[in-house]
């Protein structure tokens, strides 16, 4: 394979920020691949801001996509055939015209491996009818197409329209036959911002389009907070958090528009497995105040698949991570392991995958109804 987009010299290379060389990272919902970067659509709230990669709009390649996919495939935490892949989730989208080529060249390879992994492609771009077609050629990977849609009409926060994501997402569900599916990524909803009932209405009309959706808020980080401040944006909050925001009453509001629906989901993961008719691959089952939205044959399906592991079986799993051999199991519920003795969150999302069951760090606690989400916004559980 042969990339489309010129390689970056070693010199360069070493330019860049630590986080941004290191270009499969494990974030929550899958072993993530970044071997392209640089980004020219400017969304102010973009995860690029704290890679060190916000000034970087031109695509440009770190490797080629065939020495990216095997350092994919033969990472520590990779597994066949069990761990969810994310494509270009941080640092550009997928489906750039200068991107694309990389993208199908990625998928491609992963089927040709036999790889029967979730892939997860998250993009905000013009997709084609033609993308369907490639698209429905491969027959290993699963392939889950998330559309990013906001309905932010604010520019200085989000140049490029919803509206293409919008239009991709109907075109891309609308091909007969196709093997990879569609999730409405509804994101990110901001209080004051895109959360109107007119916005909530249109999201909950193009919902119908999609296999499944999801909702989600927004990551407000230091680097992000100091940017809307710089740049006299609008600040959504008064403080910043290391998980998304979402607000209670925002979330009420959200259930009660799409009371209707049978395909709305909190977690990225649940609504992946759902469209593919598994079971969440992220071991939410167990956890009632998260899954009382789910349709029942969802929670079916998950339930005869949960399995409670004991310590035991935990720390024969973490025995296969050098980075995880301080980790010590400090309580199992129906619902997660918590843990310690973990210096970073990658290996715990290593065991998630490994064991279908939810890990948490104890440092890091799951307040009641709010399950990994910020407390900004929530009144205090009363249970």
């Not at 089927?111 to 998250?122: E, K, P, S, T, Y």
């Not at 629906?261 to 956890?287: M, Q, W």
């Not at 310690?340 to 890091?364: C, I, M, N, T, W």
Request: proline share 6%; hydrophobic share 35%; net charge neutral.
């Amino acid at each position: 394979m042969r990339t489309s987009l010129p390689l970056l010299t070693s010199e360069q290379l070493a330019r860049l920020p630590e986080r941004a060389r290191n270009v499969v990272e494990y974030r929550k919902s899958g072993l993530s691949l970044n071997h392209v970067q640089g980004c020219p659509l400017d969304c102010a709230y973009c995860i690029r801001h704290t890679y060190g990669l916000w000034d970087q709009r031109v695509p440009r390649a770190l490797m080629t996509d065939a020495e990216a996919v095997d350092e994919l495939v033969n990472h520590r935490y990779f597994q066949p055939h069990i761990t969810p892949v994310q494509l270009f989730n941080r640092a550009t989208d997928p489906f750039l015209p200068a991107v694309r080529p990389h993208t199908f060249a990625v998928l491609e390879d992963l089927d040709a491996r036999g790889l029967r992994n979730h892939v997860l492609v998250i993009t905000r771009h013009q997709m084609k009818t033609e993308d369907a077609v490639r698209l429905n050629g491969l027959r290993n990977v699963k392939v889950t197409l998330l559309f990013t849609y906001s309905g932010i009409d604010n520019k200085d926060i989000e140049p490029y329209p919803s509206t293409v994501a919008a239009q991709s997402l109907k075109i891309m569900s609308a091909a007969v036959g196709r093997r990879y599916r569609t999730v409405l990524y509804w994101r990110p909803l901001v209080p004051g911002l895109n959360d109107s009932p007119e916005h909530l209405a249109t999201a909950y009309e193009l919902s119908k389009y999609a296999d499944a959706t999801v909702f989600t808020g927004l990551f407000y980080r230091d680097e992000i907070a100091e940017y809307y401040q710089v740049n006299g944006l609008p600040e959504p909050y008064d403080e910043t958090a290391r998980r998304k925001i979402v607000p209670e009453t925002l979330e009420e509001r959200v259930l009660s528009t799409f009371a209707g629906s049978s395909s709305l989901f909190r977690k990225t993961s649940c609504a992946v497995s759902f469209a593919h008719g598994e079971p969440d691959y992220n071991g939410h089952y167990g956890i009632p105040e998260l899954c009382d939205i789910c349709p029942l044959a969802q929670l079916d399906l998950c339930g005869s698949r949960h399995q409670v592991p004991t310590a035991r079986r935990i720390q024969e799993v973490a025995r296969t991570l050098p980075d995880a051999n301080g980790l010590v199991v400090v309580d199992i519920t129906e619902g997660a392991a918590v843990v310690s003795g973990l210096k970073e969150e990658q290996p715990r999302y290593y065991l998630q995958h490994a064991l279908g069951f939810q890990v948490h760090d104890v440092r890091h606690p799951h307040r009641d109804r709010r399950h990994g989400r910020a407390d900004i916004g929530w009144k205090e559980a009363t249970s």
